[in-house]
């Protein structure tokens, strides 16, 4: 049984990286919904809607991954989690959320492990020059900023 995600996050930040997600998953539209909290919506109906998504995804557990701790999204989501059979994880982007999409096969624990692990090992500076092993050669002599 796969483990349901829910991304509560500031408008329209969810439902982008749902897309994006679904881009690469497209089987997993069923098991991966977004709720987006707009500014004017009240923590009560946001609540509701969240609650609604929860039980929309039709699992014995799920994960819910939201943007900003502290926020509102987040104390949204901290309301209808139980710790239990739904998890809470702050700070989603979205090579998290194609790893979690990507094991949502696994149990709710190792799931949150693999969502932990993919945010922040996906987080680093990139060169802006080409590495060591890619020397320009000598007859090339416009930059290019395309991959080879």
């Keep these: 049984m796969n483990t349901g995600i829910l991304i509560v996050a500031h408008a ?3 439902s982008a990286l749902r897309t994006a997600a679904l881009h690469v998953y497209p089987e997993a539209a069923a ?12 923590p009560e109906l946001s609540r509701a809607a969240a609650q609604a998504l929860l039980a929309q995804l039709g699992t014995p557990q799920a994960l819910v991954l939201t943007d900003v701790f502290g926020a509102t999204p987040c104390n949204v989501a901290q309301k209808v ?3 239990i059979h739904s998890k809470l ?3 989603v982007n979205l090579p998290m959320l194609l790893r979690t999409v ?10 949150v492990t693999r969502a932990l692990a993919g ?14 092993n890619q ?3 000598p007859h ?6 395309h991959s080879q």
């Design 12 to 14: 329209p930040l969810a």
């Design 31 to 42: 098991g991966v919904l977004a709720l987006d909290v707009a500014a004017q919506d009240s």
């Design 81 to 83: 989690v139980d710790g």
């Design 89 to 91: 994880v702050a700070g």
């Design 102 to 111: 990507n094991y949502r096969h696994e149990a709710l624990d190792v799931l």
């Design 119 to 132: 945010g922040a090992q996906c987080i680093m500076q990139v060169a802006v020059t080409a590495p060591q």
């Design 135 to 137: 020397h320009r050669k």
């Design 140 to 145: 090339d002599q416009h930059q290019h900023d």
